[in-house]
């Protein structure tokens, strides 16, 4: 009778058969299984950890009362609660404010760029792009500067123009309204990008069937190929509304000065003296659902297909001729990024080179004031930056690791049940940053385990967070390379770990380096969880800035906001030229 490795080694050469059309009698490697189970159960561990714990201590907190009792009074103040309750109101209806103007905004944007002869349209993308990069919290201060009712460039600006009092202004950035248009600003390109994407596969010949059936150019566009694009922008658009729901920068820059709060804020001023942590456990729960809601929402809506193209090609996109109306199309693209991009950062750089705001930015008013005081005397800034890029390294190099084993665990079903990895990995995308800060001072503020005030909770907070990010890109990456590829290698002799390391990595290189770009990126300017972890000695960049702005020192945080700015821009510069330079080394 037959024992157990006879039979595997059978099946592994019927499977190379059927799969290669070759016979090999070649036994699986088992040390290599063997390798992974431990890998995919230490990684199933950790997820647990990162993911289940900081929900637990959320949950059991919110039905906690101040004497340790169980009760749902925490919850019932929710709704007994006037100013709770308005905040959910006020984050609700800015929510949706903001989906609605991030759409307006970058739909007609995007098919100006996708689908006609808009001039400069590439280099329209490549600065949606610096706009998507910009943190949100910072573009809120430059239109703080910008806007500011007494003191903004543009109030200044009108008031000299009319001869007006020095309380007249022509706009308010501490308003409702102000608030929705700059988190508008900051979460068009979210909406861009899928529906640029959406109008650059849009099949022409089913434009072109539309016009041989009499249709002309606006009815071609309304009836065919905006609703092709249609879940792209409803999306999109849900991407904006749960931007908006869970950010805290902007609102806490722009809402608090107006005088009103919504749910993040609302959480974060809980945690101020005397502390209500029950009640902030509370708070964050409904955010937490109703970002898993909106994000099952939009999965939904782009995995339903409008249509399916039945042919081998589907066309070339053929670009529509503005005509007359190119220099409308192109005033409305240049006042879009004038807006999101030159208006916020002109306005950090001369709040950088100059000493106050008032000052006309001039070579009489040019000064190094600013830099000399933000990095020379002014004590925390060189602990931040510090911290900031020794976690944004350590967060990118871990978090793209860790990605890359469960992707590749997953994407090859390397182990049994390993789909259960890629739900641990993107599952924390549903819990909103604020949300995970609460859960992770819950856990780790008080014994056994005590990691509050340390770069450790900083580094369990920004893995989580980063880490559904890292592993859609990567396992993306991976089912795009065919596993035949490394069964080749297999037959000829070679193990899965050298399979991995000469076959596999070389060709996800620039895809890792994309990853670990993003990672890094999202670390550094990451303000939601970070503002309710770090203490006097665990400060980074994003909660400096935040400080400052409390105390009105715009120039120093233009010059620190220039500094990340810098950061991020030469992160992207080196990962754009990191393939070319090592093909160009294998060459």
């Known amino acids: 009778m037959p024992d157990k490795s006879d039979h595997d080694e059978q099946a592994w050469s019927v499977s190379l058969l059927d799969r290669t059309g070759v016979m090999t009698d070649a036994p699986p490697r088992s040390a290599d299984w063997d390798l992974f189970r431990p890998l995919a159960l230490a990684l199933a561990l950790l997820l647990l950890v990162l993911v289940t714990l900081p929900v637990f201590w959320l949950a059991l907190t919110s039905v906690t009362g101040r004497s340790g009792e169980i009760t749902l009074a925490n919850y019932a103040a929710l709704v007994t609660d006037p100013t709770l309750r308005r905040a959910f109101l006020l984050t609700i209806g800015m929510a949706l404010a903001v989906g609605a ?45 910008l806007a500011a009712p007494n003191s903004g460039l543009i109030n200044q600006l009108y008031r000299s123009l009319f001869g007006l009092g020095p309380y007249d202004h ?43 059936l009499g249709g002309g150019r606006w009815a071609t566009l309304s009836r065919v190929t905006l609703p092709i694009v249609l879940p792209a922008v409803l999306a999109g658009s849900l991407i904006a509304i749960l931007q908006a729901l869970t950010m805290f920068g ?52 782009l995995g339903r297909k409008g249509y399916a193209v039945l042919a081998g090609k589907s066309g070339v996109p053929r670009l529509v001729p503005l005509g007359r109306w190119k220099p409308v199309a192109a005033a409305f693209a240049a006042s879009v990024l004038l807006l999101a991009i030159l208006l916020p950062y002109l306005a950090l750089l001369k709040m950088a080179l100059t000493r106050n705001i008032s000052e006309p930015f001039s070579l009489a008013t040019l000064t190094l004031h600013n830099f000399a005081f933000v990095f020379f005397e002014f004590s925390p800034t060189q602990l931040a930056l510090k911290n900031t890029l020794l976690l944004g390294f350590a967060v990118a190099t871990l ?36 949300v995970l800060g609460v859960g992770l001072f819950l856990a780790y503020a008080q ?21 559904p990010a890292g592993y859609q890109q990567l396992s993306s990456a991976l089912t795009a390379i065919h596993p035949e590829l490394e069964e080749a290698s297999r037959i000829l002799g070679g193990s899965r770990l050298a399979t991995i ?40 960049v994003s909660v400096i800035i935040y400080d400052l702005n409390e105390s009105g020192n715009l120039g120093a ?22 393939p070319s330079l090592s093909s160009a080394r294998s060459n």
């Open 501 to 540: 390391r000469r076959i596999t990595a070389p060709l996800l290189r620039a895809n890792i380096v994309a990853a670990w770009c993003f990672i890094f990126i999202g670390t550094i300017r990451e303000l939601s969880a970070t503002i309710l972890l770090t203490n006097a000695n665990t400060k980074l």
């Open 101 to 145: 103007l991030a759409c307006a905004i970058a739909t007609p944007l995007a098919w100006l760029c996708a689908r006609t002869d808009l001039p400069g349209r590439k280099l329209v993308r490549w600065l949606v792009i610096a706009s998507f990069v910009t943190p949100p919290f910072l573009g809120a201060i430059a239109w703080e500067v």
């Open 250 to 301: 902007s609102p806490a820059i722009l809402a608090l000065p107006a005088g009103f709060h919504v749910i993040t804020t609302k959480i974060w001023s809980l945690f101020q003296y005397p502390p209500r942590l029950g009640l902030a456990a509370a708070c964050a729960v409904p955010l937490m659902l109703i970002t898993i809601m909106l994000l099952r929402c939009q999965r939904w809506i």
């Open 399 to 434: 978090g793209t690791f860790l990605a890359l084993m469960i992707a590749y665990l997953v994407s090859r079903r390397a182990v049994a049940h390993a789909s259960w990895l890629g739900l641990l990995a993107t599952a924390p995308a549903a819990i909103p940053g604020i």
């Open 170 to 212: 022509a706009v308010d950035i501490y308003s409702f309204e102000g608030l929705v248009f700059v988190m508008s600003l900051y979460s068009f390109p979210y909406v861009f990008t899928l529906v640029a994407n959406a109008l650059d596969r849009v099949p022409s010949d089913l434009e072109d069937a539309s016009s041989i």
């Open 557 to 578: 945080i233009s010059v620190l906001g220039i500094t990340l700015l810098a950061i991020t821009f030469g992160v992207v510069l080196l990962a754009n030229r990191a």
């Open 447 to 467: 014994p056994p385990i005590m990691l509050y005030g340390t770069l450790w909770i900083l580094l369990l907070a920004f893995l989580t967070i980063e880490m």
